[in-house]
């Protein structure tokens, strides 16, 4: 027999349609197949706009004019490196370590550093927020270096955000297709309304812990399969089918097992495709054409047919950005680190929201568990 709040109650498994927060940050509009982002489109910011310029519109809510975005790639490149303390820590790190634990463990390490923690206030959460998007490619990019052996890297302050990230993973410049493509792709990741990682941050936020605390543990709720960990699974998986004829029979069997696909289905978008999906397939497109290795494409859009016809589910954001952060020798294990990287624009924003108007997360529950017992 339950207990607890129940005439009514609107309990709802995983807080399915439940509304927990009021923003003015990001809302999807399912119906207009649209991703607001303080009143702008996603996609249109994500071929119009750069990824350090979203970022600032996310964090201060409006588009930087030409001296504010100057001024902000300035205080990004400050930032690009970390403390010795930090690299210290991450170079005590076992190499058996996912990339998420060790982006986990930096962004604990990093708290160390500022010397004004205790200080919530919206202008300094904002200077934190600059300071942990300049910082935390140098963590993701050092985080594999030092599981695969490699030598540390350093971050190039004269280079762009996007064309620093980028070369810090690979170590070699890139070209104008490849940085547009890793400009969009993080723009696609850079916020998204009320993900369970974005949840989790502002649940931390709203006891006035630090924003370290609320990114840490969004880089937790992140690491999941079920939600940023798919990116990954997916390159897996089209890298275990291989050839274009294998897809078919290969997503059969699994969905006559009842199996997920990884990269398919969204809580929101359910039965609707994912507007960034869409975004991710047109580069890849680009990406085989200047490339090579057309099979991606191919399989990809086997795939995507296949789970249309047999579960009438669409591609998420993390079925097409998989094959192209393949394409632009990403390693694996980096898609999920990356993605968190690009939505600390969106972490951050939110946690500052959270704790300008704060109402601390007190849920209650329905009680199914015995009464009346004694010791
Ligand atoms: C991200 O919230 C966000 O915005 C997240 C994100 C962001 O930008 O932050 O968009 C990023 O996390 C994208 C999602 C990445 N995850 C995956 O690709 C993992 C595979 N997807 C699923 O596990 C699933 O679709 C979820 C978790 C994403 C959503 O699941 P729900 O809303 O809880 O849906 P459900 O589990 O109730 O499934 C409904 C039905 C079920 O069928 P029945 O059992 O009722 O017959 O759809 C089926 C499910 O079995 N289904 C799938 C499936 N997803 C749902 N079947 C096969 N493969 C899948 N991927």
Redesign the pocket.
Known sequence: MAQGPQPGDDYRP?LEGVVAVETAISFLDVEQESIVIRGYDLMELARSRSYPEVAYLILYGRLPGPREREDFDRRLAQHYGVSPAVRRVMEALPPTLHGMDALRTALSAMAADDAALADLSPEANLERAVALLGAIPTVVANSFRLKAGLGWREPDPALGYVANFLQLIRGRAADSLEIRAFDQLLTAYSE??M???TFAARVIASTLSDMYGALVGAVASLKG????G?NEAVMRMLLEVGQPERMEPYLMER?ARRE?????????YMHRPDPRALLMKELLRELVAAKGQAELYTLCDIGEAVMRRE?G?YP???YYAAPVYYLLDIPIELYTPIFFAARTAGLAAHVIEQQAHNRLFRPRVRYLGPRGLHA
């Open positions: 995983g998204h309304e993900p369970n990682s399969p079920l939600h940023g798919a969905l997920r696909i990884m990269g398919f289905g969204h809580r929101v579960k589910l998420n954001l993390d």
